[in-house]
């Protein structure tokens, strides 16, 4: 946390300098954006052997999964002299000891229909436990109707092009996404929003049970360190894989909120959890062990009532100065009120700026009751907040 703090400092005197500035509003109108910037739907079939579910994909996707591991490659080269990447490569050899199933076989399979070194595939499916920012609401509307939605924001330090005002991963990263109908049987189990390639589960629902999605927690225990003790022992669960067994197995919202506050984690976490009962909004912070696990429900008197709200920092305390979305955010919501939550309200309150960012690459809507997941593009076009 104390280097990212750092380089945030520096990053923000640098881009900010460049920067014309813009006073915050809540937008309205941009329900629905243009239909180019819909995601695509592929289906994972869960019924087929592991390291043949992902083959259409990875093979289809191939371009845009090199490019986003050349990107990856890139920032741990410049910000880790190597070091990760020498461990990940030597990982890469032994994945057999170092994933468990279904995922090792998973990789290892897109890994030989894409011809991609199994190694670097594992680099791209542990990241995001290193390195985004996102926010996360749970709303429910006047009749009890709940619905989800979430902005991922990805590649923070990771290329600022200073001449386009991008960030180049999270320009990378946008032709990568796609929406997943996970199925056994025919019939879908549950929905995702992944980027091509990525086993694990960040943004996802379960039609008639419950929406999840997860934020990162900045924390010195977690990260790096929790990556090497697991190395070390095999300790603790993938953020993004125990995510994965919640949405595929736990059977309603009070079995996943359990085993997602539950569970020994490799890094720190906010678990954002939708049910289908007026009240069924939780954020779950998470420390890597057990202990100390924060579960803030909707329905508490410190959250919204109707709807509760998180970014990447404790609800007790306040954000990052550098980086307060949740201000904005719970201004929009407000703005906004109970009458007007949809898909229509959630999107504007995404779609305002700083909840909406350079760093922003999708956001997603859920309503649990239809299993309805639509996911759309994101793009912040200047005068825009760097993160």
Not at 101 to 125: C, H, Q, S
Not at 163 to 179: E, G, H, S, Y
Not at 224 to 248: P, V
Request: with cysteine; glycine share 8%.
């Amino acid at each position: 946390m104390i280097l990212r703090a750092v380089g945030a400092c520096l990053l923000f005197v640098c881009v900010m300098a460049q920067d014309p500035g813009f006073n915050d509003t809540c937008v309205e109108g941009k329900y629905p954006p243009p239909a180019q910037r819909q995601v695509k739907e592929y289906v994972i079939n869960l019924d087929l052997p592991p390291e043949q579910r992902w083959q259409k994909l990875a093979s289809e996707k191939r371009h845009e999964i090199v490019a986003l591991i050349l990107e990856f490659k890139k920032f741990l080269m410049e910000w880790a002299s190597g070091e990760i990447i020498t461990i990940v490569d030597f990982l890469g050899e032994n994945i057999d000891d170092t994933l468990p199933n279904p995922y090792r076989d998973e990789i290892k399979g897109m890994a030989n229909a894409t011809g991609i070194f199994v190694g670097e595939l594992f680099v791209y499916n542990i990241f995001y436990e290193l390195f985004t920012v996102c926010t996360s609401i749970v709303a429910q509307d006047p009749a009890g109707k709940m619905y989800h939605a979430r902005n991922l924001d990805f590649g923070l330090f990771l290329g600022w092009d200073p001449k386009n005002r991008t960030w180049q991963l999270t320009d990378v990263l946008r032709p990568a996404i796609v929406n997943l109908d996970w199925q056994r049987g025919g019939k879908t189990v549950f929905k995702s929003v992944n980027y091509a390639g990525y086993v694990g589960v960040l943004t996802a629902i379960k039609q008639n049970k419950f929406t999840f999605s997860m934020d990162e927690r900045f924390g010195i225990d977690g990260g790096y360190l929790g990556i090497l003790e697991w190395i070390r022992d095999k300790k603790g669960s993938w953020m993004s894989f125990l995510s994965r067994e919640t949405m595929e197995y736990a059977p309603d919202f009070a079995a996943a909120r359990d085993k997602l506050a539950n569970t020994q984690l490799i890094a720190p976490a906010y678990f954002i959890l939708g049910g289908t009962k007026p009240g069924e909004g939780a954020v779950i912070t998470r420390n890597r062990e057990v202990n100390g696990t924060d579960v803030w429900m909707m329905t508490d008197k410190t959250a919204g009532g109707w709807y509760v709200l998180e970014t990447n920092y404790d609800h007790w305390k306040k954000p990052l100065f550098l980086d307060d979305r949740r201000d904005p955010a719970n201004k929009c919501m407000q703005k906004m009120s109970i009458k007007n939550t949809g898909f229509a309200g959630l999107f504007n309150v995404l779609s305002s700026k700083p909840v909406l960012n350079k760093l922003t690459t999708y956001s997603a809507l859920m309503q649990v009751d239809s299993g309805t997941l639509e996911t759309w593009l994101q793009y912040c076009p200047d005068p825009c907040e760097p993160w």
